[in-house]
């Protein structure tokens, strides 16, 4: 956890820095700086916010009583367990999954955010690892036996879910947009807000949403809820701080404890795609990780037979908009600043929990889904192919030429001037 330094004090981390960059200092004129000590630079080098408490007693640490508690519940359900092996298993489960949330609470480094508390993004640090130890376990399974164990946790699941179309009436009437109205049309419009606040860009929003309307045309021959009608594509789917014993009235210390759900700094994101070659693959990369994600629920839906309103659907948006918060953060972090070396904890969790999920739908995938791509979406995809590859060449290869080359000619013209000039003098 970083150093909780209050105002007016000096924490004792910052005296060691200071110290420690004294010392480096000294030893700088005489020796060159060990290899080994850049490695530990890098490593524990941090860009989160320092920490003002609200409450001191929600930032002091509480480990040997988090222990206390984990074995007084270990005791109390263990020599309370009924005889049935189903819910045994179903609480040992769940007991297994409570220690690793609790030791990510209790244990695990701070992320970039402060708000509501780093406690609380440690512990969605926890969820992404509890959630690829299940993708890890599902990806093991076949698809029949993955289908039937989501049956222990709903009696009603492990049912083949009937096909639904959205492009069998496309006629421009009130009951036809009515009938439309379902739970994607509130996940297209909630899922901006939250692009919104995980990219910080609207350019990059806009072509997301643009690019997954794209897809839902190129895939509809697979998944049969993708076919929607024209205006359904294009129209319903588009469219510092005081500590609180500082704050003198009542009223202020309430509306500083709402603030505390807020973010405590706004950090800008420049993503830049068009600056350097390494921007531009960021940004691609970024946006093909973000279109899985979403693809990724609307495959897992369909190969687990997962209705789509069923909290595990809506838990699963939930949690992947928590995760996406802090790593995105980390990998602007990462491409933008020179002192970070190593990609963070929330991105790397991140990366697995997505890469795991499509493993699963490639996997599940075999024997679903028999009808080829058409060749007008072939053509289509491999057009933008091309068009970003044109494009890579003509600004980072073909432009810096043209540059360099005018400059060069400039300098000539301008050495030409001067001599013309001292020769007429």
Not at 138 to 155: E, G, I
Not at 250 to 267: C, D, V
Request: neutral net charge; aromatic residues 14%.
């Amino acid at each position: 956890m970083p150093p909780i330094k209050r105002r007016g004090s000096k924490t004792a981390s910052t005296s060691r820095d200071q110290s420690r960059g004294r010392t480096r200092s000294k030893s700088a004129k005489t020796t060159a700086a060990k290899p080994s000590s850049l490695v530990r630079d890098s490593w524990i080098y941090t860009y989160a916010d320092e920490i003002n408490p609200t409450l001191e007693f929600f930032y002091k640490p509480h480990t040997i009583s988090a222990l206390l508690f984990m074995i007084a519940g270990f005791i109390y359900y263990a020599f309370n367990s009924q005889s049935n092996v189903v819910s045994n298993t179903k609480m040992g489960a769940i007991a297994c999954f409570g220690v690793i949330l609790l030791t990510g609470l209790v244990e695990f480094k701070d992320g970039p955010f402060i708000r509501p508390h780093p406690a609380f993004w440690r512990l969605v640090l926890a969820v992404s690892v509890s959630y690829q130890l299940i993708l890890v376990m599902l990806l093991f399974q076949d698809k029949h036996t993955a289908r039937h164990l989501f049956s222990y946790l709903d009696p009603s699941l492990g049912v083949e879910l009937p096909e639904k179309s959205y492009a069998e009436d496309c006629s421009i009437t009130w009951q036809t947009v009515y009938n439309h109205m379902d739970v994607f049309v509130i996940a297209h419009t909630v899922g901006w807000f939250a692009k919104s606040m995980v990219l910080r860009d609207q350019w990059i929003c806009w072509i997301l949403s643009i690019l997954f309307e794209f897809l839902e045309y190129s895939l509809q021959h697979q998944l049969p809820n993708f076919a929607e009608c024209w205006w359904d594509h294009w129209i319903l789917d588009q469219y510092s701080w005081r500590s609180v014993t500082q704050i003198p009235t009542y009223q202020g210390k309430i509306q500083r404890g709402f603030a505390q759900f807020t973010p405590h700094s706004w950090t800008r994101f420049n993503w830049g795609p068009s600056k350097s070659f390494k921007s531009f693959l960021a940004v691609i990369a970024l946006i093909a990780f973000e279109l899985q994600i979403e693809l990724n629920a609307f495959y897992l839906k369909a190969l687990l037979w997962l209705p789509p309103p069923h909290f595990i659907n809506v838990l699963r948006l939930v949690t992947m908009f928590l995760f996406c918060m802090p790593a995105t953060r980390e990998v602007y972090q990462y491409l933008s600043d020179p002192r970070c070396k190593r990609l963070g904890y929330h991105a790397w969790m991140l990366v697995a929990n997505v890469m795991t999920e499509s493993l699963i739908c490639i996997k599940f995938s075999a024997g679903e889904f028999s009808e080829p791509f058409p060749p007008n979406v072939i053509l289509f995809w491999l057009l933008v192919v091309i068009a970003l590859v044109v494009y890579a060449a003509a600004q980072f290869g073909l432009r810096p030429m043209l540059e360099a080359k005018a400059a060069e000619e400039e300098a000539v013209a301008a050495v030409v001037a001067r001599e013309e000039d001292a020769k007429n003098e």
